[in-house]
């Protein structure tokens, strides 16, 4: 199965300024910048991309792992924060950090705690991330 994106830039990096879309059409034309990356311009980013990506392919894991438990969330809320940070290199991502918040009828904090570093561990994203993967999963 393969999923595709496209990217369009024009100009330099500080002044210029490209789109995003998705071939579903979820996102199209999205507008991206160095001040939607670097400062607080109108638009999106990739981190912002790919803390959506870890956010949504961790909930749908967890969501996996409680059905192997025998359980069926009645919420789950994920945020995902990207960090990018200046290296003597150049940029990178050194880490997402994922909150969770969940709602489980019958669910105890062993099982809760057990099906969430399994997502965490096996949703596809994080798998792809070679950076500090770290996770507060809350059950409420």
């Known amino acids: 199965m393969k999923r595709t994106a496209s990217a369009r830039w024009t100009g330099d990096l500080k002044s210029g300024n490209g ?20 400062e607080d311009g109108q638009g999106t980013n990739p981190e912002e991309l790919l803390a959506a990506a870890h956010a949504g392919c961790f909930t749908m894991a967890l969501s996996a792992q409680l059905a192997q438990a025998n359980l069926t969330a009645e919420s789950l809320d994920t945020t995902c924060a ?29 099982a809760f705690d057990k099906a969430a570093q399994a997502a965490k561990a096996g949703c596809p994203v994080s798998k792809l ?12």
């Open 129 to 140: 991330y070679k950076t500090n993967i770290t996770l507060n999963a809350q059950l409420l």
């Open 82 to 110: 990207i960090s990018l940070e200046k290296q003597p290199d150049g940029f990178a991502i050194t880490s997402s950090h994922l909150e969770v918040k969940a709602k489980i009828p019958g669910a105890t904090q062993e």
């Open 19 to 38: 789109t995003v879309s998705t071939a579903s059409g979820t996102l199209a034309n999205a507008a991206y910048s160095f001040h939607t990356r670097f």
